[in-house]
């Protein structure tokens, strides 16, 4: 019992009310929900024994329960210890109607309590509700920017099929129609002794050209020499491209071949020629005019057969005319120029080598092989790889340490999440009517939505299905529709 308002004659407020009056009284008002009236509770029957009412000397009672509905939600309880009969069934009547009006106040009051406590709630949740929402908007934007762009960007040619070769490729994986172009020139130059000179971005696969050619020609039983122009120091170079006699220098304790003796027969590989040296440019030319070469402190001159490949990541042309490269060299090495493409042209090779270097990583590792989520292959796709197959390379390597069996976005490096893509999508034109493109973009959207519950849902179809508020046989249909497969 709680008592919630006290009075006393003189309209004061009475101090620890809950013991002044009978609590025996209120609860039996309370359960029967019926007024009770006595004119002299100490004398009358009902109370006989009850102590509440003899302890405190009741006299006259008038306790009315505050009725709602069929039960009381409270009482009124009024008395007086010392005069008998000083409530009657007049006084009854009126503190019941007052009592009734009162339950209806209490009610509405409540009623308008409880409505505002739930707007209240209401409101909240709608400001959380929005909230989401606009963080699903800004993800549903950022993932379908990616995927339109990524598909864009991956559906450059249609995939030629490989042409028929002379030779064996297959160290190179690609299914691109400009490394197929590539691939021909190699055919018909291997078995000659023409120089090459394969330019392209650092990453590009330039040494597994230069060895493929090396391997599918004669001289593949002879020694593939590979040197790297850039490191080996200006004072040392001479010396080590064609060895030194005994005593040639301080040091110089005995004879040593150089690069173009013990490549005899086979190729040497000349990585970053454009880092030669003035002075070592013109010694080379020299062998590449007379094709014999003298070593370092000797007098004889030795004749050499060897094949020149040479490599480079700039324009070496450029650098001909920047006066950095000679030019009757730059000629002499330029027979045949294979420019290979940069991975971000040809993007088809993407999902080959992914799977290729996890198929090489689990055979390092003596694991089974991790496989890539659709929306991490979509995030390779998308990327410009600057560093090409050898940061691709990298990137499946690391992903493949920390992933647990399945490679997902959010192992993938963040710089394959900065802003170029989204700078891209800036640029984006669209094209047909505003019907036309609105149902474009929201089929893009839909299959994002979808791929992106089947994934959560771990591609448990009923659980996606569920989840998206559509049946299985619409979610079979839609996922035929928008071409979803799980991915390698
Ligand atoms: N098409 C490809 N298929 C399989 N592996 C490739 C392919 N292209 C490159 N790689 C691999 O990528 C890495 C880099 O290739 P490579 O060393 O031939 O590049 P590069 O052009 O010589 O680079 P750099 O200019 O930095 O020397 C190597 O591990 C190579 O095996
Ligand atoms: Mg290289």
Redesign the pocket.
Known sequence: LEVQCSRNLDQEFVKKSKFKISSSIVQQVLESNQPVLTNDAQNDNRFTGIFSVQGLKLRSVLCVPLRDEEKSIGVLYLDNRFERGVFNRYHLRLIQAFADQAAIALRIAWLLEEAKKREEDLKKSQETIMELNKKLQKELEKQKLRYASAIRKASSPPTKKRPKLKHDYS????QSPKMYEIFKVLDKVCNSNVPVLIQ?E???????IARALHFNSKRKKKEFVSENCGAIPQTLMESEFFGYEKGAFTGADRRKLGLFEVANGGTLFL?EISEMDPDMQTKLLRVLQEGEIRRVGGKETIKVDVRIIS?C?KDLAEEVKKNHFREDLFYRLNVITIQ?PPLRERKE?IPL?VD?FLTKNAKKMGKPKKSVSQEAMDILLDYDWPGN??EL?NEIERACALSKDMITPDILSPTLLSGERVRDEGSKTYQGTLKEILQKEMEEVERRVILQTLERCKWVKSKAAEALGISRPTLDMKMEKYEIHRSV
């Not at 160290?171 to 690609?174: A, G, V, Y």
């Not at 650092?202 to 597994?208: C, D, N, P, R």
């Open positions: 160290s190179i994986i690609t392209g650092s990453g590009t696969g330039k040494e597994l990585d490599a990541n290979l090779d080598l290729y197959v050898r390379e």
